[in-house]
C-alpha cells in the first residue's frame, strides 16, 4: 500500500524566505504527484501537478520536483509571503485512487 | 477555472438529519467518482469509488449505509450523509476521473460538514 510522508508537519519561516516542503512516498508506481493548498475552513486547491515521466513543474514562485525512482517530491516555494501561510499537502495518484500525506502548516511571519 | 463542482462548500446540519453534498464534473464525462474524507489532523482517506451506474466500492471501516453514495450520471455523483452524528463532522472532498486512463483526475474543492 502507498504511503506519503510529508516533512516538516509545521513550518515557521519569516517573510521573503526561500522554503523547501518535502514529501515522499513508498510506491514508485504513480500516474502523478500533485501538490494542494488547504487554507483554514476552506477547500483544497490545487497548486502543481507532475506527472510521472516528468522532473518538475513550475507555476509563479512555486516549484515542484519528482523524483520517482527515491520516491519524494519537493516544493520550493521562493520570496515566501504570508499570504503563502497554509497547510500544503502533497498527493499521489496510483490509478485506482490519491495518497495524501498529512501535510505541512506553513506559518509565514510579516 | 474548476473543472470538478462540488456543492455545498459549507453545511451546517443538526444531529440526526441527513445531508447531501454533490460532485459535478464539468465539460467531461466522469465514469469514475472518488470521495474522499479528511480527520482532523489526519491525511485526506479515500472513503469510496463509485463508477457511473453501478455501486459504490467502499474502503474498509466506511459504512456503506451511513454514507449512501449515487454516480446516476457520467457527470453527477452525491454523498448522503445519513443520521448524521457530530463525529461526521469533517472535510468531504471529490475527485472525478476524464477517461479511462488512471492519470487524469480533478479534486473539486472540498465540503465541510459540521454536524450540531
Known amino acids: 500500500k502507498q504511503e506519503v510522508t510529508q516533512i516538516p508537519a509545521a513550518l515557521s519561516v519569516p517573510e521573503g524566505e526561500n522554503l523547501v516542503l518535502n514529501c515522499s512516498f513508498t510506491d514508485s508506481a504513480i500516474y502523478n504527484l500533485q501538490w494542494f493548498r488547504q487554507d483554514p475552513g476552506k477547500g483544497l486547491t490545487s497548486l502543481l501537478l507532475?506527472?510521472?515521466?516528468?522532473r518538475e513543474q513550475t507555476s509563479g514562485r512555486l516549484n515542484a520536483s519528482l523524483d520517482k525512482s527515491s520516491g519524494r517530491s519537493t516544493l520550493y516555494i521562493a520570496a515566501s509571503q504570508p499570504g503563502d501561510s497554509a497547510t500544503y499537502l502533497c498527493?499521489?495518484?496510483?490509478?485506482?485512487?490519491?495518497?495524501f500525506g498529512t501535510g505541512t502548516s506553513l506559518t509565514v511571519i510579516p | 477555472g474548476a473543472v470538478v463542482s462540488q456543492h455545498p462548500s459549507w453545511v451546517i446540519c443538526k444531529s440526526g438529519t441527513s445531508v447531501k453534498i454533490e460532485c459535478r464534473s464539468l465539460?467531461?464525462?466522469?465514469?469514475?467518482m472518488f470521495w474522499y474524507r479528511q480527520f482532523p489532523k489526519q491525511s485526506l482517506m479515500l472513503m469510496a469509488t463509485s463508477n457511473e451506474g453501478s455501486k459504490a466500492t467502499y474502503e474498509q471501516g466506511v459504512e456503506k449505509d451511513k454514507f449512501l453514495i449515487n454516480h446516476a450520471s457520467l457527470t453527477l455523483s452525491t454523498l448522503t450523509v445519513t443520521s448524521a452524528h457530530p463525529e461526521d463532522s469533517s472535510f468531504y472532498i471529490c475527485?472525478?476521473?476524464?477517461?479511462?486512463?488512471?492519470?487524469?483526475?480533478?479534486f473539486g474543492e472540498g465540503s465541510w460538514l459540521t454536524v450540531v
Open positions: 507532475i506527472q510521472s515521466s516528468q
Open positions: 465539460d467531461f464525462q466522469a465514469t469514475t
Open positions: 475527485s472525478a476521473r476524464a477517461g479511462e486512463a488512471g492519470n487524469t483526475i480533478y
Open positions: 498527493a499521489a495518484n496510483t490509478g485506482n485512487q490519491f495518497y
